[in-house]
């Protein structure tokens, strides 16, 4: 008998051509299921340095960081970073620099 281990996986579509000029956080998504997950976020755009931390949150509606690692993007181009250990709720926090604007893609992948 040959057994296949199958992992869940799915993929988020948290923001579609948001452009922003301001701070701002995803709505967040619910992964009780995952153990890991991967954020991706694609500048069509960008103007200025946009940095990003990924929050968890036990319910949803009370947020912390996950950890102090900022991600950041200052010009086009796709970024990417792995997440463990989050528990259930996650979203990302973004910070804008004065002046900067972006239009942003934001991906959520899970995998259990």
């Known amino acids: 008998m040959v057994r296949h281990d199958m992992r869940s996986t799915m993929t988020a579509v948290l923001e579609r051509n948001t452009v922003v000029r301001e701070d701002f956080a995803t709505e967040p998504y619910e992964l009780p299921w995952a153990s890991e997950a991967r954020f991706f976020v694609q500048a069509l755009e960008a103007d200025g340095v946009l940095e990003f931390h990924t929050e968890i949150s036990p319910d949803g509606l009370h947020w912390c960081?996950?950890?102090?690692?900022?991600?950041?993007?200052?010009?086009?181009?796709?970024?990417?970073?792995?997440?463990?250990?989050?528990?259930?709720?996650?979203?990302?926090?973004?910070?804008?620099?004065?002046?900067?604007?972006?239009?942003?893609?934001?991906?959520?992948?899970?995998?259990?």
Do not use: M, N
């Open 65 to 112: 960081p996950l950890e102090d690692t900022a991600h950041h993007i200052d010009s086009p181009g796709l970024i990417t970073w792995p997440v463990t250990g989050f528990g259930q709720w996650l979203r990302v926090r973004c910070s804008v620099a004065p002046g900067a604007a972006a239009k942003l893609r934001i991906y959520l992948v899970g995998k259990g």
